[in-house]
């Protein structure tokens, strides 16, 4: 699939005419936990994220900014940096919660993400909220997203207008042998990345693309989250830990919505041949 040469300068913007063209796909459906699938169609995460980046601007956040985005594997994390990339903030997911056997690695963590870097912490439920509270050496608030704060019918406002040179996001390192670092990747160096593995995975919009990468990976954030997004292809995406215990699901999933694309870390694969069997005799 091409991407259209119309003047888009940044992520946003581009995300922002696909849903002009195809606001009705299903941009991403969520599996967790054994739950009926929920999804969010283009459209409806476009305006949703007008309407959030006005809410975001009008807390005191300049875009610009460095925000640092947390909570779990759903569809408010998808929202969340989506809003923040409209309001012309520079978001960057941390590891989730849930990837840490112990709260206290998971705020050392974020303490290290955010510690004289960040201008704000977006965290996309309250539990969440009110586990980063306890942390009074964050350096930045914690603004709590809520996709019920600003009217339904309300416009919210158009994608920010960056520079196409300017960052869009961070991507920060695993921090497995010492303090995270952060890779800032520019609206021009991540559409024309985007283009070229469209072009290598022979992309089209009625492809489905079926995975688990968690959005803080550079694999789940860029073929999971703005792949799709900005080439109007479908994702349908299961929780990394929903994976993890029960990978058998992700062979299920690719059946049932026929999946064009799935991709996964090699460590992915063995721990499916180690852990699913195959039946016989037609069961």
Do not use: N
Not at 9 to 25: F, L, N, V, W, Y
Not at 39 to 62: K, P
Request: charged share 15%.
């Amino acid at each position: 699939m091409a991407m259209r040469s119309s003047g888009v300068q940044t992520i946003s913007t581009a995300i922002a005419e696909m849903a002009g063209r195809t606001p009705d796909i299903p941009a991403v459906t969520l599996i967790a936990g054994g739950h009926l699938p929920v999804s969010i169609s283009l459209g409806q995460l476009h305006r949703l994220a007008q309407r959030q980046a006005e809410w975001l601007l009008g807390t005191g956040i300049r875009p610009g900014d460095r925000v640092v985005i947390t909570g779990e594997h759903d569809l408010h994390l998808v929202a969340a940096f989506v809003s923040a990339l409209y309001a012309g903030t520079v978001p960057a997911f941390s590891p989730y919660p849930s990837a840490f056997r112990t709260p206290d690695r998971y705020l050392r963590r974020l303490c290290d993400m955010t510690a004289g870097k960040a201008q704000a912490v977006l965290a996309t439920s309250e539990p969440v909220a009110q586990l980063l509270a306890s942390v009074p050496v964050l350096s930045c608030p914690v603004l709590v997203y809520d996709d019920t704060r600003i009217p339904a019918d309300s416009p919210g406002m158009p994608p920010y207008a960056a520079a196409s040179t300017g960052p869009a996001y961070l991507q920060y390192s695993s921090g497995t042998t010492g303090a995270p670092k952060a890779a800032m990747v520019s609206h021009r160096a991540l559409l024309q990345h985007l283009k070229m593995l469209a072009g290598a995975l022979a992309l089209k919009k009625a492809d489905v693309l079926v995975g688990w990468a968690p959005y803080y990976h550079d694999l789940g954030l860029v073929v999971y989250l703005l792949l799709p997004l900005v080439m109007g292809a479908s994702v349908v995406t299961l929780p990394p830990g929903d994976w993890v215990r029960r990978p058998q699901h992700l062979l299920r999933v690719l059946h049932e919505y026929r999946g064009a694309i799935c991709m996964m870390p090699a460590f992915g694969f063995t721990h499916m041949m180690r852990s699913v069997r195959p039946r016989y005799g037609g069961s």
